[in-house]
């Protein structure tokens, strides 16, 4: 029989470790085969805002399986079925977008959880399990999956304590660009009311006990949130990183 999974990620989290990674887009494993050995510490692909899809994800996790990077995943909204199906694949850590309240929060976790506690559905012969390998998979499995919820609305930023006060959720992600359409300032994360919010709101993760992340391509802000207390944070973009490359 196999071990189950250990989730480096979070427990780099559970221990507020600094970890660094890169937002990807692109649908092809080789890409993702060689950004996994470029020194990220996870590489967060998205479903939402990209082509991927669940099925498009499989090869993408299989390709980076034997590097030591972590990767996370992000459905494209919160639909049980749909993260049900990526827990399934593999995916141990979740980045649920667009959660705006304690209700919300508390329905990400009840998605990742077998009953009773959760309504996660339950099925043996999945990759996750390594194909029925695992013994006790579904009794341990909630141990190494990690759930983090990502708040993007001014309704939301306001909502941060009570999130953070849901039993299982292992960490709280600002997204800069929906907060700032929210705010009125689409398409200006940069502009500072929306920079002082992101900052203001990661200290507020931290001090509610939960780590924080966040994803920006200023460097400036990367530098600060960092020093705000963000946790895991990104400010690179696969399709960003390779069209700056080309221009040179």
């Not at 992101?198 to 802000?221: K, Q, S, W, Y």
Request: some cysteine.
């Amino acid at each position: 029989m196999a071990d189950l999974y250990k989730n480096a990620f979070k427990a780099a989290l559970q221990e507020m470790r600094l970890q660094t990674g890169i937002w990807c887009t692109l649908r092809d494993p080789l890409a993702a085969e060689m950004m996994a050995d470029c020194g990220f510490d996870w590489m967060m692909f998205d479903t939402e805002h990209s082509p991927l899809d669940p099925i498009s994800v499989l090869p993408m996790l299989q390709a980076i399986a034997p590097y030591p990077v972590t990767p996370i995943v992000r459905p494209g909204s919160l639909n049980a079925a749909e993260i049900k199906k990526l827990l399934d694949l593999g995916a141990q850590t979740l980045l649920i977008p667009y959660v705006q309240n304690a209700v919300e929060a508390a329905e990400a976790v009840a998605a990742v959880e077998y009953a009773p506690a959760g309504i996660r559905g339950v099925s043996g012969m999945t990759r996750a399990t390594r194909f029925g390998k695992i013994a006790g998979y579904h009794k341990a499995a909630r141990a190494e999956i990690c759930l983090l919820v990502q708040v993007e609305t001014v309704e939301a930023m306001a909502e941060i304590e009570a999130i953070a006060a849901v039993p299982g959720v292992d960490g709280i992600f600002i997204g800069p660009a929906d907060l700032a359409a929210s705010m009125g300032h689409v398409g200006n994360p940069n502009h500072p009311d929306v920079i002082a919010a992101t900052l203001d709101g990661i200290r507020r993760i931290r001090a509610a006990g939960l780590p924080a992340g966040v994803l920006t391509l200023n460097p400036e802000v990367y530098d600060a949130a960092i020093e705000a207390g963000a946790v895991f944070v990104s400010k690179t973009v696969d399709m960003a990183a390779l069209r700056k490359g080309l221009l040179g």
